[in-house]
């Protein structure tokens, strides 16, 4: 095993043993729960303020961001701490500016970034949200930095991304960027960015561009850890920032290559119990394989998919903050219930506000 950059720790594919059972017993929320006590607590101020709930967002705005107790990043939202050892932390919370004032969130997404950088959107649970943050995610950053962002269906099997996000202007999918990819990797510059841009896709607004996955499944055979290396690469020289969505299958030498490549590893979620189980156990999978840093640096995003409360959220996040960097709850959106084309203009405010503030925890890192 070796290290990447940022403190990415990559490994031997072939040598890794990722294949340990998913544990998927009844048993595991019960795990869950007890590893969640006596580890994330409601730090103690004069004045203390209620505990979070679904009902009451703890910065007025409509997004909830837990974290490990640590220094905050972005002043006057989320706490946002560095990553340390151990899983001990505490649940903070702080107050939104001043109306009027300028928006850190906005602030820390226009940050330079210090390279391009790749977020991996991950949970090999299906039904949880991964292709809604993937591309809510590239539309939020992409609107504030204006250009330089790209959203990569890396689903092995039929991801909807593709159909999800951005026009289909053609119907150019990752398969035919790798039929051609010797040549497009000859290209520099502009005329690079042009080339590749003959396989992308556009969001209506502009704001990021979209590579599609590939409906055939058995083009999946052809993904080896070399080739997805070259195409992360690829859009290295162009983007700025690439979030991945990635498949369900631990297995896969393509899933396990984008979680060695990534720089930020995002978990997404549901408050279901399957859903927060199965992440936990990809977790744990990852800190077995060796990468323990792209895990304590990882954020759990929790998705809520109704307008009814559910308790089982606030249990959630004080877990997942004992085991990363932090977590960002978004709220539900009627626009996002469809299940179809996704339009970042129709989002209402407070959800809006709510990802700005998630994709800034996701970038804190790299900004300066």
């Known amino acids: 095993m070796g290290t990447g950059g940022a403190g990415r720790a990559i490994v031997d594919t072939e040598t890794t043993d990722w294949g340990r059972a998913g544990g998927e017993s009844t048993g595991r929320w019960a795990t869950i729960k007890s590893r969640m006590k006596g580890r994330a607590s409601v730090p103690t101020h004069e004045s203390p303020p209620p505990a979070p709930t679904y009902e009451q967002p703890v910065n007025g705005n ?5 974290g490990v107790n640590g220094e905050p990043q972005i002043q006057g939202r989320a706490s946002i701490p560095q990553p340390r050892p151990g899983l001990s932390g505490s649940i903070e919370w702080r107050t939104a500016p001043a109306t009027g004032a300028a928006d850190p969130a ?9 390279g391009s950088r790749v977020i991996a959107f991950a949970n090999p ?12 995610a590239a539309a939020t950053i992409g609107s504030v930095r204006g250009r330089g962002v790209v959203a990569w269906d890396d689903n092995e099997l039929r991801g909807t991304l593709g ?10 999918t990752i398969r035919h960027l790798v039929s051609e990819i010797d040549e497009v990797e000859s290209h520099t510059g502009y005329n690079l960015s042009e080339r590749l841009d003959d396989f992308l896709r556009h969001a209506s607004d ?3 561009d979209v590579l599609a996955g590939e409906e055939d499944p058995r083009f999946a055979r052809r993904l080896d850890p070399h080739t997805v290396r070259r195409v992360l690469e690829l859009m290295r020289r162009t983007h700025d920032v690439i979030c991945v969505d990635t498949g369900n299958n631990v297995e896969s030498a393509n899933w396990q290559t984008v979680m060695q490549t990534a720089d930020q590893l995002v978990i997404t979620s549901v408050p279901r119990e399957d859903a927060a189980f199965t992440a936990d156990w990809m977790l744990d999978i990852l800190v077995e394989a060796g990468m323990e840093q792209l895990v304590a640096n990882a954020v759990t995003l929790l998705s809520l998919p109704t307008p009814r409360p559910s308790p089982m959220v606030n249990d959630l996040a004080r ?3 004992t085991r990363t ?11 996002l219930e469809t299940g179809a084309s996704i339009e970042y ?20 890192p790299f900004g300066r």
Do not use: C, N
């Open 325 to 335: 960097r932090a977590v960002a709850i978004v709220p539900y959106d009627p626009s």
């Open 206 to 208: 502009g704001s990021y």
């Open 106 to 114: 906005v602030t820390s997404l226009r940050r330079e970034l210090g």
């Open 125 to 136: 649970k299906g039904g949880v949200h991964k292709t809604t943050a993937t591309v809510l």
């Open 319 to 321: 877990h997942f903050a």
């Open 62 to 66: 409509g997004a909830t961001t837990y």
């Open 345 to 364: 203009s129709l989002l209402q405010p407070v959800t809006r506000q709510a990802w700005l503030e998630a994709a800034a925890v996701m970038l804190a």
């Open 163 to 172: 159909l999800r996000a951005g026009s289909a202007r053609h119907a150019r």
